[in-house]
């Protein structure tokens, strides 16, 4: 790539054999359009917008395949506090293990996620959607001064209802226990 232009991106492939790509020590940099996230838009305000994706395959000396890599992403997602929609920035990183039995889970160090392959192919989208999806926070909410529902004092010039003096239920029992 030539000084000065536009960074270039490669089209990510949505399902890899994890440890061929680990073999050849690929390396994939791509921006993804948060629309091809089902899961994830459904949860979004607005899934308009763009990931973008940093991997590196990779065997490591024991021999086990892994994936190393960042995703990062700004995401509307709604305030469970006022319900209005906030942004939230994602900027996670990922390093699984792979694996093709139960076994070879247990080979993978504890760095590592383990991620068990079937059928010799994993699906990149899903994985990737799966660690966005683990970033993001349990209950989306503003911060407490950035909320429009924060607690907005009432100054001590501010006319507010005051409340009426009722009169007691019992006063006229209280009359009759008078006049006995």
Same mark, same amino acid.
């Given at each position: 790539?030539?000084?000065?232009?536009?960074?270039?991106?490669?089209?990510?492939?949505?399902?890899? $054999?994890?440890?061929?790509?680990?073999? $050849?020590?690929? +390396?994939?940099?791509?921006?993804?359009?948060?629309?091809?996230?089902?899961?994830?838009?459904?949860?979004?305000?607005?899934?308009? @917008?763009?990931?973008?994706?940093?991997?590196?395959?990779?065997?490591?000396?024991? @021999?086990?395949?892994?994936?190393?890599?960042?995703?990062?992403?700004?995401?509307?997602?709604?305030?469970?506090?006022?319900?209005?929609?906030?942004?939230?920035?994602?900027?996670?990183?990922?390093?699984?293990?792979?694996?093709?039995?139960?076994? @070879?889970?247990?080979?993978?160090?504890?760095?590592? +996620?383990?991620? /068990?392959?079937?059928?010799?192919?994993?699906?990149?989208? $899903?994985?990737?959607?799966? +660690?966005?999806?683990?970033?993001?926070?349990?209950?989306?909410?503003?911060?407490?001064? +950035?909320?429009?529902?924060?607690?907005?004092?009432?100054?001590?010039?501010?006319?507010?209802?005051?409340?009426?003096? /009722?009169?007691?239920?019992?006063?006229?029992?209280?009359?009759?226990?008078?006049?006995?």
């Amino acid at each position: 790539m030539a000084k000065g232009c536009a960074k270039e991106y490669q089209r990510l492939p949505f399902r890899v $054999d994890p440890f061929r790509f680990a073999h $050849d020590a690929v +390396e994939l940099e791509s921006q993804l359009l948060l629309t091809q996230m089902k899961r994830l838009s459904a949860i979004l305000y607005r899934s308009e @917008g763009m990931i973008t994706v940093k991997l590196a395959f990779a065997v490591d000396i024991l @021999g086990v395949s892994s994936l190393l890599g960042s995703v990062q992403a700004s995401l509307d997602l709604v305030c469970q506090r006022c319900l209005k929609p906030m942004r939230v920035e994602v900027n996670t990183s990922l390093a699984l293990g792979f694996a093709r039995s139960v076994a @070879g889970l247990e080979k993978i160090p504890s760095e590592l +996620e383990p991620v /068990r392959v079937e059928g010799g192919q994993v699906n990149l989208l $899903d994985l990737l959607e799966d +660690e966005i999806m683990l970033a993001l926070p349990q209950i989306p909410r503003h911060a407490e001064n +950035e909320c429009s529902l924060r607690h907005k004092p009432e100054s001590p010039n501010s006319e507010s209802p005051q409340p009426q003096e /009722r009169e007691n239920p019992f006063s006229v029992l209280a009359g009759l226990k008078k006049s006995e």
